[in-house]
């Protein structure tokens, strides 16, 4: 007897240790800890993992999806289109209500989508200036601002490089990757977004809102999007927010099988640029994606880069795979390409690996939950 409640005692101490340190030692993947200091900073750390997502073993039930067409010249390859008559239902969780940072809430019961399908473009050769864009060159003290100089302490299993690094560099200046934006705060790098709309770039929920009760909303007039920067090189001007939204369920209890921000913009450069197409995809199983996004490791956070790799596995909320990526990439597009070159993204990267779950990088998953917040602000004027 005296046996097993030693053994119990030294298991539930083990756990208490794991439950304590978890927060730590999961890559946050926001390049800069103090990005955000002056509103949502002190609990950028939430975007890690939850404990209990961590360890949870229920695992989303793939649907039966609806084959895609091979005459559908539009179609997501790889990954299939979740069928309309799919076994997942659309849940009208709280969680997934749509708040933005003037207060305003609209109850996910009442944004419910149609369709799992939103189609994007490849953009066209135009003037961003016509489009609103600030094509204003940076001058070198924003530039120096603007570089990643502090590597936070919170990435301690390899920064979240699983192994050899896999990542490379990529040209911006071509779609989809124009498409694939820096988002700066207070003139520092922070994380990456990505367009969906002619005026709508979609992020994670960190990089808007600190997560949680405690959290708080960026100053809108402190973000600038850079469509396709590089090398000090903004191409397409930048943008600010004319608001920006996230989930319910970020926001007050920071869960991160919510955690997704979307940026209405003051801008329509997409026009120029093009826009992601995205999707509810299901199954998700085994499939190769890439994503792109800016690194705070790599020429200070000025160069966009890439990496390839494939879904492990995943949850109704979140996909985990084995890309490389590291702090700044947050919130950038998880995506295939097809074969007329159209890009589709079904997922948000967030963060990095957790002590519970090795080897993996995560993000937040669209389901039709995440599919229709985004629709309902891209559909906003």
Known sequence: MNMISQTHLRWVRAMAVIVALTPYLTGCNSSDASALQDSPATTVAAATTSTAAAISTAAATPSTAAAISSTT????????????????????????SLVSSSGQVVDASDINQNSSLSFGSTGAAGRPEADGADMTPLSTAELEAMKTTTTPAARIIQES?????????????????????????????????????????????????????????????AFKIYPGFSDDYAPYGSCTPKEIYSSSGWITVADTDSDIGIIKLDCEVGNSTGYFSYFVADPVENV???????????????????????????????????????????????WVQNANG????????????????????????????????????????
């Open 73 to 96: 010249d539009n179609a997501p390859p790889s990954a299939a289109p979740a069928s309309t008559n799919s076994t997942t239902s659309v849940t009208t969780s709280r969680r997934y």
């Open 288 to 334: 190769a994606i890439t994503i792109n996004g800016y690194p705070g490791d790599k020429a200070e956070g000025h160069q966009q880069w890439a990496s390839t790799g494939t879904i492990s596995h995943a949850t109704a909320a979140k996909l985990y795979y084995d890309n490389d990526t590291t702090g700044g990439m947050s919130g950038s597009p998880i």
């Open 161 to 221: 490089v699983l192994g050899f690094d896999s990542r490379f560099q990529v040209n911006p200046y071509t779609y989809p990757q124009r498409a694939v934006a820096l988002i700066t705060y207070n003139g520092a790098t922070h994380c990456t977004g990505w367009l969906v709309s002619k005026d709508t770039l979609v992020t994670a929920g960190h990089c808007v809102h600190g997560g949680g009760s405690t959290g708080r909303w960026g100053t809108l007039s």
């Open 342 to 381: 159209t890009a589709w993204s079904f997922g948000i990267h967030t963060n990095g690996e957790s002590i519970l779950l090795p080897n993996t990088n995560a993000g937040t998953r669209i389901s039709q939950d995440v599919f229709d917040l985004i629709t309902a602000v891209k559909e906003l004027p």
